[in-house]
């Protein structure tokens, strides 16, 4: 089993940039595929970005395209999302999700697909 934890959320203007970061337990964390995903009030958790357990395969939402950047340290245990250009319909709460999975170049885009997800971090972006 995996812990995660968020951290990095806060209130910015449009435009601005924030980093999250998610620091997950154990010892096998290149195991993991990992993703980002978000909820905004009243509206579903969705997808925003992905990474495969080696870090060598990314994927993205197509309205973070550009702007967002996922990345993971497997010696750290840590997975970033870089988002800049921020616009106030990025106002969310984000978390950060884990998936074990033997193919270390497979990343998955369905909230389905995780197994393991963090408390959140709130990222509000103002006009």
């Known amino acids: 089993q995996v812990q995660l934890v968020e951290s990095g959320g806060g209130l910015v203007q449009a435009g601005d940039s924030l980093r999250l970061s998610c620091t997950a337990s154990?010892?096998?964390?290149?195991?993991?595929?990992m993703g980002w995903f978000r909820q905004a009030p009243g509206k579903e958790r969705e997808f925003v970005a992905a990474?495969?357990?080696?870090?060598?395969?990314?994927y993205y939402a197509d309205s973070v395209k550009g702007r967002f950047t996922i990345s993971r340290d497997n010696a750290k245990n840590t997975v970033e999302l870089q988002m800049n250009s921020l616009k106030p319909e990025d106002t969310a709460v984000y978390y950060c999700?884990?998936?074990?999975?033997?193919?270390?170049?497979?990343?998955?885009?369905?909230?389905?697909?995780?197994?393991?997800w963090g408390q959140g971090t709130q990222v509000t972006v103002s006009s």
């Open positions: 999700a884990a998936r074990r999975t033997t193919s270390s170049g497979r990343y998955y885009t369905s909230r389905y697909d995780y197994d393991y």
């Open positions: 154990g010892r096998t964390f290149s195991s993991y595929a």
């Open positions: 990474i495969s357990g080696s870090g060598s395969n990314t």
